[in-house]
Every structure is written in C-alpha cells, then in structure tokens.
C-alpha cells in the first residue's frame, strides 16, 4: 500500500520513495494523483508533477517548476545554467518543507537519476514514482498493480452502473476478456 510513503496519518514521512509500477492503463498514475489529492495537506499543499516520459518532458517540467518558483534558469552572465544546478536549487527551495514529488510514466531509474535528490541538509522530499519498469529493488519499494480479476470487473461495473444482480454475469465476463482486465480501459467503458 501506499502506507509505506506515510508513516502516519498526520505527517509525511521525509524522503520516502515508492514506486508504483504496472502495465499501460492499469492505473498508476490515477493512483498517484488520488494519493496526492488525499494526503496534500501532509505535505504542506506541496505537490509536484513531473512528467517523466522522456528527458524533454523532464526538463520541461523541471524548468517550469524552476520558473514558477522564481527560481533564475539563467546565472549572472545570462547563460542557461545546466539542468542539474536548476533541479538542486528546486530541491534546496523545498528543504525546509514537506514536499512531494511525483514522477510520473519513468521508463527507467537511469532516466531520473540525475534529477533525483544528492545529499541535503532540511526536509527530503518524498518521491512517488510510476512507472512500467518492474526492477526498482534497489532504488525504493514497489506497488505492483495488476489486472482486475473477473469479480473485480464485476463488482466495478455494479458499482459504476448501481446495479444489483439484473446484469447477465456472461456480459461482463465478455467485457473483461475484450479489454483484458485493464481497469482503467473497464472503468472508461
């Protein structure tokens, strides 16, 4: 469970990280945002999205984070400063508060590793990481979601559709083999 992020109700735990890895459309990232919109206040309304597909989406949303803050992109002889000192001023911004950081859709550990946070002084943010890749051992723990069973799917579309027993159980079996148990793909349909 996403428990392990906190470690009580009522605070966040400084520099956890959990990833939640699983299939396209299994919900992983619909995970993360219900998280984020459940425990915001344990980390002070601090929640940061960073699309995670490839490094240009990484850049890109570290740089407008950077923008947002205030944070200066360029140093004092107008030159772009490099995307490792913008992502350390950004963690050190949030060293003295509880934060969040989301990263979603990451392909690998390599592809977020230089945007991860070094050693620092004051609070670590909390990383929650989503992605397809399964070999996260080393690197934080995992949530591996997976497909719904046929009860799962069938007590997905009773509730989604408040329906008793009327639904003829063959026609949602036929639903669950034809979108392969995915439960975002079922709970679209």
Known sequence: TLSTLNS???SASSGSQLSINGLGGIGKTQLA???AELYASDYDYNILWISA???ENI???LN???TRLHIATKDCYNQRKSLEEIVEEIYEYFSDR???FIF???ENYRAIEAYLPKSMLGNKPTLLITSRYRNWENVAPTLSLNIFTEQETEELIKKSLNLGEDIPHERIK??????QGLPLALQQA
């Open 8 to 10: 009580d109700s009522t």
């Open 64 to 66: 407008k984070l950077a």
């Open 59 to 61: 850049a890109y949303s």
């Open 104 to 106: 979603d859709n990451v």
């Open 174 to 179: 036929e639903l669950h083999q034809l979108l």
């Open 53 to 55: 597909e490839t490094k």
């Open 98 to 100: 509880k934060s969040l």
């Open 33 to 35: 945002l219900r998280y």
